[in-house]
């Protein structure tokens, strides 16, 4: 089992940046791919990013693309999502969340996720 808490969320400007951290508590964090998702008022919610066990794979929806980097640090038990210019419509709570994976793959149906947190806010104000 493993416990998710994200951290780094905020008010910001469209233009502007922000990194998210994710927590994990327990040894197993380096068996997990991980996730970002992200649930806009109204909206259902989305992928955002995704990293391979080991950090060998990520991938990203179309609309971050370039903007939003993913990355992993083992030794940490930590998970980042780098934020660059953020757009009105990047506001959303982002929930953190982890799948047994592979190192070869990464999981981006949310149904696949095992582990989730409890979300941080992120506001982009225009």
């Known amino acids: 089992q493993v416990q998710l808490v994200e951290s780094g969320g905020g008010l910001v400007q469209t233009g502007g940046s922000l990194r998210l951290s994710c927590a994990a508590s327990?040894?197993?964090?380096?068996?997990?791919?991980m996730g970002w998702f992200r649930q806009a008022p109204e909206k259902e919610r989305a992928f955002v990013a995704a990293?391979?066990?080991?950090?060998?794979?990520?991938d990203y929806a179309d609309s971050v693309k370039g903007r939003f980097t993913i990355s992993r640090d083992e030794a940490e038990n930590t998970v980042y999502l780098q934020m660059n210019s953020l757009k009105p419509e990047d506001t959303a709570v982002y929930y953190c969340?982890?799948?047994?994976?592979?190192?070869?793959?990464?999981?981006?149906?949310?149904?696949?996720?095992?582990?989730w947190g409890q979300g941080t806010q992120v506001t982009v104000s225009s």
């Open positions: 990293i391979s066990r080991g950090g060998y794979v990520t």
């Open positions: 969340a982890a799948a047994y994976g592979s190192d070869t793959s990464v999981v981006v149906r949310g149904q696949q996720y095992a582990y």
């Open positions: 327990g040894r197993t964090f380096i068996t997990f791919t």
